[in-house]
């Protein structure tokens, strides 16, 4: 088992900054895939940034530019420093994870708990 403990997050105006830390703990083997999902109210959940355990990292077209993800193997530890928000970036923020122990076979997803992100004047 694996759990996500997020940080950050807040209300801040356009053209501000945030950052985001997530640090997992728990049992388990290996992790790969670590990043940032986020949910709008009424609308799906969407991925924003995953950074893999070697650094490749994927973003989505709508943050590309604006936000840096990072990761730190040795401590488990995910962060993402978001730049230029808009208020269209309000949402909850979700850190993920791809985990397994040394028995699985396949990885399993893990999820934080969510932590709010407002931009608004």
């Known amino acids: 088992q694996v759990q996500l403990v997020e940080s950050g997050g807040g209300l801040v105006q356009p053209g501000g900054s945030l950052r985001l830390s997530c640090a997992a703990s728990?049992?388990?083997?290996?992790?790969?895939?670590m990043g940032w999902y986020r949910q709008a109210a009424g609308k799906q959940r969407e991925l924003v940034a995953e950074?893999?355990?070697?650094?490749?990292?994927n973003y989505a077209d709508s943050v590309k530019g604006r936000f840096t993800i990072a990761r730190d193997n040795a401590r488990n530890t995910v962060s993402m420093e978001m730049n230029g928000l808009k208020p269209e970036d309000s949402a909850v923020y979700y850190c993920?994870?791809?985990?397994?122990?040394?028995?699985?076979?396949?990885?399993?997803?893990?999820w934080g708990q969510g932590t709010q992100v407002t931009v608004s004047p």
């Open positions: 993920h994870a791809y985990a397994k122990s040394e028995t699985q076979r396949s990885y399993s997803l893990y």
């Open positions: 728990g049992t388990y083997f290996n992790i790969n895939g």
């Open positions: 950074i893999a355990s070697r650094g490749s990292a």
